[in-house]
DNA sequence: ACTTAATAGATGACGTGTCATTTAATTTAT
DNA sequence: ATAAATTAAATGACACGTCATCTATTAAGT
């Protein structure tokens, strides 16, 4: 057994500050659109699965687990999305863009876009992939992995 | 040039899944000893570099960016670290532990070491190697890489 | 039918990180 | 020597995520 951690801890710091650099970098991407972030994570999955409910959200959200009600409550007010009561269960709250929503859904698409250009930049195809797969052995039976599967980013995808 | 981003969409939110995962990992290691992570990355720095200012501090703290004057408030207030004037500049505060401090020191290394090797035993020595050359390539030319280097975390390490 | 259990979501309280501003101390310029 | 500029740290305001608790609605058990 290794008792040198060194690579270890430094992966460590490697991971934390490769996620908050990225998340800066898409933070001013995302700045002159107004949104956050999270809010782009929201907005996307909302676009690909639309009047879904806010457990299910919840679900699929990596940014964030729990339940997603004060992201969601925020992103109400800013009149990015709606909530619709379900008919058939009133306990359920479905979520739907606004058309401010949809509009920002464009913005964000090419500001990401832009991001994942310049990582294009710095990783060749096959750097990327054999990252992911890496990265991918990290969250083996974790809450992390179903999440990823069900946004459509599994092993096999 | 790639149009095809969903490799790169994917890498995003690995990064940020094996983050969110890693630090609660960590979290739960260290909850029994009472402090946080970002706890634990000071109390390392100030085992390793004694006297140090704040300034000083934030520039090497990976967790936070900015000078950590609320992070160490907290820390002050929980009896981790004490705050000292500088004798020369008294607009400079270094730090410096305090016994319990010290005594959590001891008892986050072993929490640490629980997590590395874990590490170890998803990656190989060469996994993680790659991981870290792959990940460092990452932050050329960005505030973390410096941070990192002055951790001792640097390329050549 | 009525009571209890389970579930979804909202809310209060809290710890945390960030930014802009303010305060205090030192250095520089005149 | 004095005034202005610079610097370190503290502070107020705010956005965010998490947890425990509460409310409302539906489902299950008797």
Request: charged share 30%; proline share 3%.
């Amino acid at each position: 057994m290794e008792k040198n951690f060194k690579e270890a801890e430094k992966f460590r710091y490697l991971i934390l500050a490769v996620q908050r650099q990225g998340n800066n970098l898409l933070k001013n991407y995302l700045k002159e659109i107004g949104v956050t972030p999270s809010h782009a994570e929201v907005i996307s999955i909302l676009k690909n699965a639309q009047s879904i409910t806010l457990k299910e959200l919840g679900r699929l959200l990596i940014c964030e687990d729990g339940s997603p009600s004060r992201l969601v409550e925020r992103m109400v007010k800013d009149q990015l999305i709606e909530r619709v009561r379900d008919e058939n269960d009133s306990r359920f709250v479905r979520l739907a863009l606004t058309p401010l929503g949809n509009e920002k859904y464009s913005l964000i698409i090419k500001a990401e876009a832009e991001m994942y250009t310049m990582l294009q930049q710095i990783y060749t195809s096959d750097e990327l992939q054999i990252s992911n797969q890496m990265l991918s052995k990290l969250l083996t039976d974790t809450p992390f992995e179903q999440k990823l599967e069900e946004r459509g980013f599994g092993v096999n995808k």
